[in-house]
């Protein structure tokens, strides 16, 4: 199952969202910090509802800390931008993957968007819209990877 990483989130109720989304999906979290936010945050707690207890939370207390953390794994880093090289859909998701996201006023780094194997975009009609709600992308991104997964899955057996 990829797992799913927020570099600097900064709004409450985006983290709550996203919370209960890899909560209902089995899949990790990864926030690393600085948060625009405490984990204790009532907004945050409100958001994410009482599933708290069913999400497997990993916090990381800077980038260096996530680094290192992924080294001891494996699997593709794959930056979700506004600027990215391929559209999301395009990607063939692996089931070790990294889905890493930036705060919602910035984006990821410049140095996360550098060491990422695949930059995703996801593509947006109105020009006028700069970018999705951070939570928006974020399920629309981890679904398509498990969707991606359960066809790979029956194609397997």
């Not at 690393?32 to 907004?43: C, H, K, M, T």
């Not at 395009?90 to 968007?113: H, I, M, S």
Request: aromatic content about 12%; overall charge negative.
């Amino acid at each position: 199952m990829p797992r799913v990483v927020l570099v600097h989130p900064e709004i409450p109720p985006n983290t709550g969202n996203i919370a209960r989304t890899c909560a209902a999906t089995k899949t990790e979290l990864h926030l690393v910090a600085p948060l625009g936010f405490e984990i204790s945050d009532r907004y945050l707690k409100r958001a994410g509802l009482d599933y708290w207890p069913y999400v497997d939370l990993h916090y990381h207390q800077d980038l260096e800390y996530f680094w290192q953390h992924y080294r001891e794994r494996d699997g593709n880093l794959i930056g979700f931008t506004v600027r990215g090289s391929g559209d999301y859909l395009d990607y063939q998701y692996q089931a070790n993957d990294w889905l890493l996201f930036g705060c919602e006023t910035k984006g990821l780094p410049p140095e996360v968007l550098d060491a990422c194997h695949y930059r995703a975009y996801i593509e947006i009609a109105q020009p006028q819209v700069r970018s999705l709600n951070l939570s928006v992308s974020v399920s629309i991104a981890l679904f398509e990877a498990i969707r991606q997964a359960k066809i790979t899955s029956r194609i397997n057996s």
